[in-house]
């Protein structure tokens, strides 16, 4: 079945400093990626999408490209601010309406 | 465009008691979920909805929980009698026509079932 493989975290970073969290993915077909954002008492917002291969979905300085030789959306931002605290969550869904998230890697970036 | 709307934000409780959950999805998004998400995971698939059908529910607690989705629109999501372990967030969420499109969340029902 379709599956969502995140890095674990916390990872814990300097303000300014690069991120990487990587995700790796199984699914038959064509899925649709997306890397939602969970901020402290809130909901999952969505933080970017990719809809086919090569696609690079981007948004606040995040981006992510699906890469479907390696089966990879890794989530990166170049300059990580405090206020990007937060859990993100990997996902992705095959067109049947049923989404596959990933368990989630919180960030925690110092000033 | 207003987004899913939840309510109530937080709910105290006491084992064996029940608690009720409402969620009102996206203006004209057919499909809802409702997800159980145990602090420190990732959201828990617990039903889904196409229109006022039930797509998928095979990972609720059919015993305790029940959830209805009248009119294809409002869903109440149900827990009777809840324990311990029921302590979570209770999120719903929607998406639209595009069975590849983005899911839409709300800002979930804290439980503490104590």
């Known amino acids: 079945g379709n599956s969502v493989t995140q890095m674990e975290g916390p990872v814990t970073l300097s303000e300014e400093a690069f991120l990487t969290i990587n995700c790796t993915y199984t699914?038959?077909?064509?899925?649709?990626l997306f890397w939602y954002v969970q901020y402290p008492g809130e909901g999952l917002q969505l933080l970017l999408k990719?809809?086919?291969?090569?696609d690079k979905g981007s948004n606040k300085g995040f981006e992510a490209t699906y890469r479907k030789e390696t089966t990879s959306f890794h989530l990166e931002k170049g300059s990580v601010q405090v206020s990007d605290s937060a859990v993100y969550f990997c996902?992705?869904?095959?067109?049947?309406?049923?989404?596959?998230f990933g368990t989630g890697t919180r960030l925690k970036v110092l000033a | 465009e207003a987004g899913v709307a939840q309510s109530p934000r937080y709910k105290i409780i006491e084992k064996r008691q029940s608690v009720a959950f409402w969620c009102n999805p996206i203006?004209?998004?057919?499909?809802l979920y409702w997800y159980q998400q145990i602090l420190g995971q990732g959201p828990k698939l617990l039903i889904q909805?196409?229109?006022?059908?039930?797509?998928?529910d095979s990972q609720l607690p059919k015993d305790r929980f029940s959830a209805e989705r009248l009119k294809g629109v409002d869903s109440t999501l149900k827990i009777q009698p809840a324990k311990l372990e029921d302590s979570a967030v209770y999120l719903c969420?929607?998406?639209?026509?595009?069975?590849?499109?983005?899911?839409?969340f709300g800002p979930g029902t804290r439980l503490t079932v104590t």
């Open positions: 203006s004209g998004h057919a499909t």
């Open positions: 969420a929607s998406s639209g026509q595009g069975a590849k499109d983005e899911q839409y």
């Open positions: 699914a038959t077909g064509y899925p649709s």
């Open positions: 990719a809809t086919k291969a090569d």
């Open positions: 996902a992705l869904t095959s067109g049947t309406y049923k989404y596959i």
């Open positions: 909805f196409q229109n006022n059908g039930v797509v998928d």
